[in-house]
């Protein structure tokens, strides 16, 4: 069993070497597909609106571009440093290999806490951070997206800075406002695809998804969606979270309502209905059949992983789960969906939008959803096939695919 000494970008490349070693990549290429390509460093000063001034540190990483544009998003967060952002950029990589997209991986970040700053102020430190990485991103480049603490609104900020040098260039990020050429589904994308994926295993495995109960660890974007849809599905939610506290009913709650209290600026605690109110922790370890971690990085952790009682958990969110808690919960026979395949609905969603922007031409909701939900289960089936004819995990199985992609592409163009 590992330990839990180890940073994001360590911990991703011990899931690395883990796959690797089933397709026995050759060391020359390891050190390729293990280190970052490209990392930039921005000092992004704000003036805020009493008059003083901040100044933050930004960053982009670009981890390989064999297969295609870098694609990533940008975080706004006080944990939002390199170390993080390299682990990030390389979960990008091996999860638009994975499900067959043709981009490479990247994310951005500046590292500090947005909750108490004003649209002005977010919108000047956004322009400030996007001309500092404007020389490296581009639509056949590198091609931004929302990510914790950012939105469509956030990337329109993007787009315009960007096209304040470039010209008109709605391809330059996607998550866009559906007004400057986002695509209907794609705020959707990521909580849908979650559950997409959970229905593919469902539909494999003989597991029955009217009444099965779920838990739903963050209740942003991703998770807010996933639990909606889980519901839509016929699956029971019984206890959903934010930052602030969780909330539970083991007869099932109204997400839809809980969803409507919280866009309208209540915490999920504060929601009407019968429920008790429990914390996080008790959320993780509560029972459940599926549990759905889609807050933060290392959530399940070697101190909490041996109390989760749910039989399968379905990452959510990027690197939830550490290698030692990943370790100790297949010991305990729980399937753990690897986040590289179970948030890979947010990417595809981005690679629809961008195909969009390029073409100019713009799907419905119908096509979206139903494209989106095809690529998923083409890419679990691809996944749960490995992993039945190796005898590993489906994290393994999952790292081992798009790894093989990646170094594919790489002796294709003749990098090394």
Known sequence: MTTERLSAFEAVNR??????????????????????????????????????LIVAQGYRVQHNGARGPYKGGIRYHPDAGLEEVRALASLMTWKTALVDVPFGGAKGGIAIDPSGMSQ?????????????????????????????????????????AYGQGHGYTPAIVTGKPLGLGGAPGREAATGRGVIDVLAAHAE?????????TVAVQGFGNVGSFAAMHAAQRGCKVVAVSDQ?????????????AIATTVKAGAKVVEADGDHEVI?????????????????????L???NAADVQARVVVEAANYPTTPTADDILVDRGIVVVPDVLANAGGVIGSYFEWAMNVQQFQWKEERFNAELADKLRVAYAA??????????????ASFAIGI???????RLRGYI
Not at 132 to 138: E, K, P, R, T
Not at 404 to 410: E, G, K, L, P, W
């Open 204 to 212: 494999r495995t003989g597991m029955e998804l009217a009444g099965t």
């Open 383 to 396: 996944t749960a096939a490995f992993a039945e004819s190796h005898s590993c995990t489906l994290r393994q």
């Open 301 to 303: 952790h070697q101190g």
């Open 244 to 256: 602030w506290g969780a909330i539970r009913n083991d007869a099932g709650l109204d997400v839809d």
């Open 120 to 160: 002005a102020e977010l919108q000047r430190m956004t322009r400030r951070f996007a001309h500092g990485i404007a020389h490296v991103i581009g639509p056949y480049r590198d091609i931004p997206a929302p990510d914790m603490n950012t939105n469509a609104q956030t990337m329109a900020w993007v787009m315009d």
């Open 15 to 52: 899931y690395f070497a883990d796959a690797a070693r089933l397709i026995e990549l050759d060391d020359d290429m390891a050190r390729i597909l293990t280190t970052t390509y490209r990392e930039i460093s921005v000092q992004v000063p704000v003036r805020l609106d009493d008059g003083s």
């Open 279 to 299: 914390t996080n922790d008790e959320l993780l370890a509560g029972p459940c059949d599926v549990l759905i971690p889609a807050a933060l990085d290392e959530q």
């Open 404 to 410: 093989q992609r990646v170094a594919d592409a790489s």
